[in-house]
């Protein structure tokens, strides 16, 4: 899904055709840092988790390593040529202290990127009510964000975190990327495909231990409250639609 959103592209940080070391945080999977390796078979790809979910078969150039990345990191300083993130909200508890710690750890001239889904609706036809199911899963992750001392927000504020760390030359893109595939422009219909199998297979992924643990639901209520967002993602008559942040840093030239 990220690919198609990025038109084909793994990141668009400009990072060249021949960087040497590149960091993938919460790689989950490793699905990225797995392409990335296969992409630049001369660079070191390392994908760093909490969670020993990678598979072993994989590129020679690519390794993984259970860690916390938001403990003390343990890598070389001036090191990495590119830092990669994906779908880290919710993860650290402080977001500038953390950039300040990745901008330590890239090489002088080197890139950071972090892509992000936003967790606010939007729609611009009126399609979408005030009371809508979407609208409610936004300001549950905000006050679950607020308990927990770990803000789901990141995609808005990182912009000016990643500026306030240190980096430089700081973008940041935003892509619109509909609630299934209600839109007539055929890449946006796909999008909208995508993201709904998306959040349709991992909803409980995303909410049920957080929901039940902090927010006091029961299973059966969460589970009910899934039910509501996989039919309003189903409707064709709700156009709406969340933002993709792609945002990239650059670690000054010393």
Request: glycine share 6%; charged share 20%.
């Amino acid at each position: 899904m990220f690919i198609k959103i990025l038109k084909d592209n793994l990141f668009v940080a400009p990072i060249g055709e021949d960087p040497q070391r590149i960091l993938d945080i919460g790689t989950g999977s490793g699905i990225w840092a797995i392409d990335v390796a296969d992409q630049y078979p001369s660079a070191e790809v390392i994908g760093v988790d909490i969670s020993p979910v990678q598979p072993s078969f994989v590129p020679p150039n690519c390794r993984f390593e259970l860690d916390d990345a938001t403990q003390p990191w343990t890598f070389q300083e001036n090191h990495f040529d590119f830092i990669h993130i994906r779908m880290m909200n919710g993860c650290v508890p402080d977001w500038t202290a953390f950039y300040r710690q990745a901008l330590k750890h890239i090489r002088p001239g080197g890139w950071f990127e972090q892509v992000e889904l936003s967790i606010h609706t939007h729609c611009d036809d009126g399609s979408l009510p005030d009371d809508s199911v979407f609208h409610k899963w936004a300001h549950l992750f905000i006050e679950i964000g607020q308990k927990i001392g770990r803000t789901f927000e990141v995609a808005e504020s990182a912009p000016e975190w990643l500026k306030a760390a240190g980096f430089v030359n700081v973008t940041n893109q935003t892509i619109k990327v509909p609630l299934g595939p209600w839109a007539k422009e055929k890449h946006l219909k796909e999008l909208g495909l995508w993201s709904r199998v998306y959040l349709e297979n991992n909803l409980e992924g995303f909410a049920l231990k957080v929901t039940t643990m902090f927010a006091g639901w029961s299973v059966e209520e969460a589970q009910v409250f899934f039910a509501k967002m996989r039919k309003s993602l189903r409707d064709p008559s709700i156009h709406s639609y969340i933002y993709l942040k792609v945002v990239t840093g650059q670690k000054a030239n010393e």
